[in-house]
Structures are given as structure tokens and as C-alpha cells.
């Protein structure tokens, strides 16, 4: 990390964390092991980044964002319910912006992934597995079930929620508060209401 980066006394830098130049990492901020933070990231306060993470450089993690939680999975055996291992990680590409206690789940095997140049507001839940394209803006409150695929230039507005493993093509839009129930969704085509429909141009 060279001069031009920070980090704050009162935040944690796993030892075998690797951080890039021009890296900032605000107050009480949380940084695990082998995580990696590309070149001029902002970490913000109280951020949390857990172990084996990888940030691209330029993006902003808000303040209390959580990234690379485990993820829910559960397994019922008859007599209760139990944790399936989440060994996977969390992907976010260059140039991304996570906002204010947004939390993305790490995959259970593999990795749950952000583009280049996404926007995510406040508040979202990016559940395990769950991929979104370049490009896309989330609006806050939003949840994405597991195994969501978002193509790029998705374009959702505020508390739109997906199924679980559901497939976008490319350019979708979906307005505020549209529950999207199907599982494979067209590109280009835009949604709204509860269960959603297709907004005819």
C-alpha cells in the first residue's frame, strides 16, 4: 500500500491480506484473511470484508456493508436443521460501489459475483451463488434469492425481490417493489408490479 492509502488505528487488517495501492479503510472496518483489495478501494466504517474476498480496485464499500458472510444453507435431517458448509467466496469487479449495510453472501463452492461498474444501494441482500453482470444498478431494500443470474445493465428499482435460481438476460428492468416469481427472464424486456408482468413498450 503506498502513502496515498490509509487505514484508520481502530480497524482490523488480517496479516495475510493483501491490500493495493491507495487503499483506504475507514474506522472499526474488518478485513480477513486472504482477502484481497484492489488499488484506491475505499473500505468504509465498520465495513466488514471476510476471509478470501476479492474487491477490484476503485469501488466503495459503504459504511456496514458485509461482504462474503456465509451463506444460508440448511439441510433438515429429520430432526433439525443443518448448516451446510458455504466454502465458496465473494467476486466484485473494478470500479463497483456496495452501499450502506448491503450484505453479499459468499457461494457455497465457487463464488458469488459482482461486475465492473455496479451500483448497489442500501440495505440489499445478494444471497449465495448469485451473479450480477456489469453495469447493473440495484435499487436499496432489493433481495436476490440464491443462484440469481442478473445479465448486464440490469436496471432494478427500490425492494425488487427474485426467486431462487432464476436466469436475466441482458438489460433487464424491473420498477420498484416488482416481485419477480419467474425464473427465466428475457432480455430487454421491463417488469413491474406483484407477481410481476411484462411492462409492454
Not at 2 to 7: M, Q, V
Not at 60 to 75: C, D, K, L, T, W
Amino acid at each position: 500500500m503506498s502513502d496515498g492509502g490509509h487505514i484508520a488505528a481502530e480497524a482490523f487488517v488480517d496479516p495475510s491480506a493483501r491490500l493495493g495501492q491507495d487503499v483506504q479503510v475507514h474506522p472499526f472496518a474488518f478485513i480477513g484473511a486472504e482477502a484481497e483489495i484492489g488499488a484506491g478501494t475505499i473500505i468504509g466504517p465498520g465495513a466488514v470484508v471476510m476471509a478470501g474476498t476479492k474487491i477490484g480496485s476503485q469501488c466503495v464499500i459503504a459504511p456496514e456493508a458485509v461482504i462474503g458472510s456465509r451463506g444460508f444453507g440448511y439441510i433438515f435431517d429429520g430432526k433439525q436443521h443443518r448448516r451446510i458448509p458455504q466454502v465458496g467466496r465473494v467476486q466484485i469487479g473494478d470500479r463497483s460501489e456496495i452501499g450502506p449495510a448491503t450484505c453479499l453472501d459468499r457461494a457455497a463452492l465457487d463464488s458469488t459475483s459482482i461486475g465492473d461498474d455496479c451500483r448497489l444501494g442500501a440495505l440489499i441482500q445478494v444471497a449465495h451463488n448469485c451473479q450480477i453482470g456489469n453495469d447493473s444498478h440495484i435499487g436499496s431494500g432489493s433481495g436476490l434469492a440464491g443462484s440469481t443470474k442478473l445479465g448486464v445493465r440490469t436496471r432494478f428499482g427500490r425492494r425488487v425481490g427474485t426467486a431462487g435460481h432464476s436466469t436475466y438476460g441482458d438489460n433487464v428492468t424491473a420498477d420498484d417493489l416488482a416481485g419477480m416469481t419467474k425464473t427465466k427472464i428475457p432480455g430487454g424486456t421491463h417488469w413491474a408490479g406483484y407477481p410481476a408482468r411484462q411492462v409492454q413498450p
